[in-house]
């Protein structure tokens, strides 16, 4: 097939476009650093210079693959319209990457979640996150609406080296340059929030099953595993040799140092259940975060 992936140098971006190349798949990938043109050059991609914002590149683009992946950003809605537009009536398969972060709530770290959310739980977005969830209703409407076999992809924390040319995820080596920083493990609040969280290489395998397999407007959360931010902040205190020692800062340094996204991203509960995955048959076979965690030199925490 040939496949249009807006996000080939970024973390899930990059993961999808090896295991794609691998499998016999041409993939042409959206570049906006023109540096790292021939980076991707060389490992089989060919780089389509052109950002979110250019819709007359992601039109065309979308509109010669046999499929589109979006894995460059799940907050940019002028690059889901453009991408839809071009796609509306052919069939075509597109796969929209978005964030289990639309589940998140503002416990700010002060009570765990108990019940994981599947794709067919109801759930009431804070503000911050309604363009988010109403990004992800308009793709998977556009398989009735627009004629298009859309997915919905939805991981939820992710860790693993990624394959691409960004090897690191987002939320743990944040946490992780703010552990080394200050000595210790770090959690927010009294860091009881919960966090579902997946592999990199697990990932990839359901972006791959939902190509071969899901059915239009289809909905998938990507978890195997889930943990508190103060279990976590201990995994990474003694994998940085800190020996278990974790610290509690006011949620307010988090979003000063990163803003809102921030807050919901290490002091909310996100708790999800991938059922419709499992149910497409799924079957995760990373390791936990913590196997993880506890495989990794010191170093290489990401």
């Not at 988010?132 to 308009?138: A, I, K, L, Q, S």
């Not at 940085?240 to 991203?265: C, N, W, Y």
Request: proline share 5%; with cysteine; net charge neutral.
């Amino acid at each position: 097939m040939k496949i249009f992936l807006t996000g080939a140098t970024g973390y899930i971006g990059g993961s999808l476009a090896e295991r794609l190349l691998a499998l016999g798949h041409e993939v042409t990938g959206l570049v906006r650093d023109e540096r790292k043109l021939p980076l991707l050059r060389r490992r089989g991609v060919i780089p389509l210079p052109g950002t979110l914002d250019d819709p007359e590149a992601l039109g065309k683009a979308a509109r010669a693959a046999d499929a589109v992946i979006h894995a460059a950003s799940a907050d940019h809605p002028g690059a889901v319209l453009t991408l839809v537009a071009a796609l509306q009536r052919s069939g075509k398969l597109l796969i929209h990457t978005s964030g289990s972060a639309i589940v998140a709530d503002h416990a700010d770290g002060e009570y765990a979640a108990s019940v994981p959310l599947s794709e067919d739980g109801f759930f009431e977005p804070v503000s911050f996150r309604r363009p988010r969830v109403d990004m992800n209703r308009y793709v998977r409407q556009a398989a009735i609406e627009k004629g298009i076999r859309t997915v919905v992809v939805c991981p939820s924390m992710i860790y693993g080296t990624g394959r691409g040319l960004q090897p690191d995820s987002d939320q743990l080596p944040k946490l992780t340059a703010l552990a080394r920083q200050i000595g210790a493990g770090v959690y927010f609040g009294q860091g009881l929030n919960r966090y579902s969280n997946v592999h990199i290489d697990d990932l990839v395998d359901l972006y791959l099953l939902a190509m071969e397999k899901a059915p239009g407007g289809s909905f998938f959360f990507a978890e195997n595993g889930h943990n508190s931010f103060r279990e976590i902040a201990g995994m990474l205190s003694e994998h940085l040799g800190f020996g278990g020692r974790t610290v509690s800062l006011p949620v307010a340094e988090a979003i000063r140092m990163h803003g809102e996204a921030a807050r919901l991203g290490v002091a909310s509960n996100s708790l999800v259940q991938a059922a419709n995955a499992r149910r497409l048959g799924w079957t995760p076979q990373g390791p936990s975060l913590a196997a993880w965690l506890q495989s990794l030199p010191r170093s290489d925490v990401a």
